[in-house]
């Protein structure tokens, strides 16, 4: 999980960085406001694929035509069913959040730019929350792997305890910044983006804990356990009929402050919250989905009958 956490600090590096030279003309660069957001999000996400495909030659695991297309019997089976469920959630959920954006966008500028600075410092404290998903993957699959169904149960309720501790955590490094931020900012945003600045600076660190415990959960736990298919329907059914609904409804049937809305909006991880911890501790998702070797061998055999 080392080299993950080494691209998400990057990215997020690259990310402020061309983002505030973007937005405010630093560096000689143009000045250009909102444009200069999505240019400084697109290069980001370039930076973590190069970085990516860097590490991926380098250690010897190169890309090519034939490997991806590359059949594996049962094993194909598997990886499909489980990361089928993974991407459209994966998707689902960033569709949805673009539409969140989306709808800041028809509020004005000055709530557009105080949401891409709280975005960014957000993601400071997101990085170890993220980190601490895939780490928590590779325990949860390594133990049920073994089959230590029991020990697995234990393991999830401490990491659980961890994952909220690490999220508080991660809400006072923000916290502690704000003061910090708020005077940077002071001269380069219009007196409205600063005002809402200073109040979703609160409002992303206690939806940063509820994005957290979710994230974990969801893409950590569960995914750890093979059950890709819970996150999928959930955030579909939470993220499409619930919170962006919500948000619309504040936006253009309320016509509710920009702030207000920007509320609606913090709430959509605590929606679907009960609901994911309702399955987290009913056990359901520890699955063993490790393979013997007697089964591929039975499962070659009868394809090879075929």
């Known amino acids: 999980v080392i080299f993950p956490s080494v ?33 400084g999000t697109v290069l980001a996400r370039v930076t973590e694929v190069i970085l990516c495909l860097c590490f991926s030659m380098k250690s010897g695991v190169r890309i090519s035509v034939k490997a991806l297309l ?15 469920p993974s991407i459209g959630n994966d998707l689902i959920w960033s569709l949805a959040t673009t539409v969140f954006t989306v709808i800041l966008g028809h509020l004005g500028d000055d709530i557009v730019a105080a949401n891409a600075v709280a975005m960014m410092v957000v993601n400071i404290g997101a990085i170890a929350m993220r980190g601490f998903a895939n780490a928590t993957t590779i325990v949860i699959g390594q133990t049920l792997g073994a089959n230590q169904i029991e020990q697995t149960r234990k393991y999830s309720v401490k990491l659980l305890l961890l994952t909220i501790y ?3 955590a991660g809400c006072i490094v923000i916290v502690a910044l704000r003061p910090a931020i708020m005077n940077f900012y002071a001269g380069k945003l219009s007196a409205q983006a600063v005002k809402f600045l200073s109040a979703m600076m609160f409002m992303t660190t206690y939806r940063m804990i509820g994005e957290g415990i979710n994230t974990c959960l969801i893409c950590g ?75 591929l061998k039975n499962a070659q055999a009868r394809q090879t009958e075929k």
Do not use: Q
């Open 7 to 39: 691209v998400a600090v990057a990215s997020l590096c690259v990310n402020v960085f061309f983002n505030a030279s973007f937005i405010f003309g630093f560096f000689g660069l143009p000045k250009l406001g909102v444009v200069g957001v999505a240019i």
């Open 166 to 168: 690490v999220a508080v």
């Open 221 to 295: 736990w569960f995914r750890g356990g093979g059950d890709t298919k819970f996150g999928f329907v959930t955030d579909t059914i939470m993220m499409w009929c619930v919170a962006i609904p919500v948000m619309a409804a504040a936006a253009y049937v309320l016509k509710l402050p920009p702030i207000w809305v920007y509320f609606a909006m913090t709430l959509d991880e605590f929606e679907k919250m009960p609901v994911v911890f309702a399955h987290f501790f009913k056990f359901k998702w520890m699955k063993n989905i490790t393979r013997s070797e007697g089964e």
């Open 70 to 84: 590359a059949r594996a019997g049962i094993l194909n089976h598997d990886f499909i069913s489980i990361s089928g």
